[in-house]
């Protein structure tokens, strides 16, 4: 958007026209009676030829201006001293002169006003203390042209990403606001040398990455009390807070937060080892544990009507963005939980007493599995390495469950790329349930050919929306067929229903062998879980929510997931669905309209909501003991 350039000094003249000093109640127009008249003729003007000429005295005057219900009534919003100015254009309006309102202004708050320059008429409020330009389009602050008596500097929202014309000749400033801004790098800027005398420093929301280089500058401030980073790139670390207020000892606020004694002694000795060991990166949890309320897809093929092909098989997985060249370590998922389940069933099956003998692999077997493990090892290599881009993760993929999907994902990373992750928080992560769709025909046979077979033998055709596919991929044809016994067992728990009870079931003649089709994804349902919080408020350091990823309307039980167990959880789940199944047991046709009235009609079901349990944990250690156990290692 283009934005007009408007010097400082013209929006202080627009808000003093806006003020309409001259017009009536203000100025010395007709509507005065001088209080300089005689007492005996103010006291008894009712009697006097004034009262016919309906002049106001000056203390009615004074009451339109100070009652709130009087249309003359404004609050002063952007100066302190407008009260004492607007009274005194009432009293002795002759005052009013420009050298007089220069010389009386020592607060002026020019805020929203599409300022873009600070012009050298700002020089004329000589008295001037503390000057608000904050939410305009500065982008480059003339310090020679701030007057000399400025001690408060607010420039916070505007579009400010170097200071270093600030410092040529800054004046005697105590407070110094900069928030919301483009500020990477403040180099030197904040030091003793430019600022003695500041007690009070807000560089909240901008783009600051360097922890340490921050520090270091600050501590040169010995007047400084008062501090506000959170919102920053370095807030994000988990030593931020401890490592700041063990080095600047003369701190007694950070980010609105007051620094007690206790908290002082939790991180004694942090600077010291900070130093060497710190290292500007954040590191988080994201944990996905489950999802309930999907719709059952066999209900799709059952009124569809159920054919013999193609056999469907669906698989579910969870997508979310986050940054490529980061860290990261799978903790928990569900094919871990699977893989150490079968390791113990088949430990319990194992002979007592005899050591179950290790599969012996050949020597080229082993030679490959070295090779690939260098393989993905320099793959990870050149991932971390390279540009800091939003790319998609994933969990693992599962069949589909009637009670819910259990993922049970729990995934840790370490990033560098702090800016970028700053970014991820603000505009929040996406979730996404994603359905993964194989189609399975014959093998050696074309839909278009079963479909001439059944047309010729008078067989009921399947649905085209199940027997071909919207993207069809070429490279999925001539594929591996796979034998329907394995397809079946592997299509037990699948919304194949009665198609792939029939794939399990088929065999000899023609068609026993199967073979992959296509393979498409769609998105069944997204939302964003929104982290913002993680960056205004530098003490919490877990969001968790219960997502509504489609379906029906969200409920009160839905919610009450947040506070249970995800075992207990699914358990309850399983409870609530044995219960209504009890309550909504049909009872025969007749019954079904039983005690309904004339234009009475059954309530409409409404489908359950998809709901997704999603949870991020930041880390911010609280003592120098996290540190020391945890600064070079996974937490």
Not at 88 to 95: G, N, S, V
Not at 307 to 324: A, D, G, H, N, T
Not at 371 to 376: G, M, N, V
Not at 448 to 461: F, Q, W
Request: charged letters at 30%; glycine letters at 6%.
């Amino acid at each position: 958007m283009m934005v007009s350039s408007v010097n400082a000094s013209e929006a202080l003249n627009d808000q003093l026209r806006a003020l309409c000093l001259k017009e009536y109640p203000f100025g010395s127009g007709s509507w005065q009676m001088s209080p300089k008249l005689p007492l005996a003729t103010r006291m008894y003007s009712n009697t006097t030829t004034e009262y016919g000429s309906e002049k106001d005295h000056v203390e009615t005057l004074n009451q339109l201006i100070t009652n709130f219900k009087s249309p003359w009534y404004s609050e002063s919003e952007w100066s302190e001293e407008l009260p004492s100015l607007k009274k005194l254009a009432i009293t002795d309006p002759h005052k009013l002169t420009p050298d007089f309102l220069q010389k009386t202004f020592r607060t002026l708050r020019l805020i929203d006003k599409n300022v873009t320059n600070i012009d050298e008429k700002l020089l004329d409020l000589k008295n001037l203390e503390e000057l608000s330009l904050s939410a305009n389009y500065i982008s480059i602050i003339k310090s020679e042209f701030l007057p000399p008596k400025l001690k408060v500097l607010e420039l916070n929202a505007n579009l400010i990403s170097d200071i270093e014309s600030l410092i040529k000749n800054p004046p005697p400033l105590q407070h110094l606001g900069l928030a919301k801004n483009s500020l990477e790098n403040l180099s030197s800027h904040i030091s003793i040398t430019y600022w003695p005398n500041l007690m009070s420093l807000d560089l909240g929301d901008n783009s600051l990455t360097d922890l340490l280089l921050l520090v270091e500058n600050l501590k040169t401030l010995p007047k400084l009390r008062t501090l506000l980073l959170c919102g920053n790139p370095v807030s994000l670390m988990p030593s931020y807070r401890g490592y700041t207020v063990d080095s600047l000892g003369s701190l007694t606020s950070l980010d609105d937060v007051i620094i007690t004694a206790d908290e002082r002694h939790d991180f004694k000795g942090l600077n010291k080892r900070g130093t060497e060991l710190l290292k500007n990166e954040a590191r988080l949890t994201i944990k996905l544990p489950f999802v309930r309320g999907l719709p059952n897809p066999a209900a799709e093929v059952d009124e569809a009507g159920a054919s013999e092909f193609p056999v469907i098989e669906r698989k579910y997985y969870l997508k979310f963005p986050f940054i490529s060249n980061v860290e990261k370590r799978l903790l928990k998922s569900s094919e871990m939980l699977n893989e150490g389940q079968e390791k113990e069933n088949a430990a319990k099956k194992a002979p007592k007493g005899k050591a179950k003998s290790p599969v012996q692999k050949s020597i080229e077997e082993l030679e490959q599995e070295r090779l690939d493990k260098e393989k993905a090892a320099e793959a990870e290599r050149v991932r971390i390495a390279g540009p800091p881009n939003i790319v998609s993760f994933s969990t693992c993929k599962l069949d589909y469950d009637l009670d819910q999907l259990s993922f049970e994902h729990e995934e840790q990373f370490r990033v560098v790329a702090l800016l970028q992750l700053k970014h991820l928080f603000t505009e929040g992560l996406k979730m996404q349930l994603i359905e993964e769709k194989t189609l399975y025909y014959p093998a050696g046979q074309t839909p278009e050919e079963l479909a001439v077979e059944r047309a010729t033998s008078g067989k009921k055709s399947a649905p085209k929306s199940r027997r071909t596919s919207r993207h069809f991929d070429q490279s999925d044809r001539g594929s591996t067929p796979l034998k329907p016994g394995q397809l079946g067992a592997k299509m037990a728990a699948t919304a194949g229903g009665a198609a792939a009870k029939k794939a399990s079931t088929h065999s000899g003649g023609q068609g026993s062998d199967l073979t992959k089709y296509s393979c498409t994804e769609s998105c069944v349902g997204s939302a964003v879980l929104h982290l913002k919080s993680l960056l205004t408020s530098c003490e919490q350091t877990k969001v968790k929510a219960a997502l509504h990823l489609g379906g029906g309307p969200m409920r009160p039980e839905d919610l009450e997931i947040l506070d249970t167990p995800p075992a207990t959880a699914a358990s309850d789940m399983k409870k609530d669905k044995k219960d209504k199944k009890k309550a909504t047991k049909p009872s025969g046709g007749k019954d079904k309209k039983k005690g309904l009235g004339m234009g009475e009609e059954e309530a409409e079901v409404l489908p359950p909501p998809i709901v997704l349990l999603a949870e991020v944990d930041l880390r911010r250690w609280t003592k120098t003991k996290q540190f020391v156990k945890e600064h070079d290692q996974w937490f």
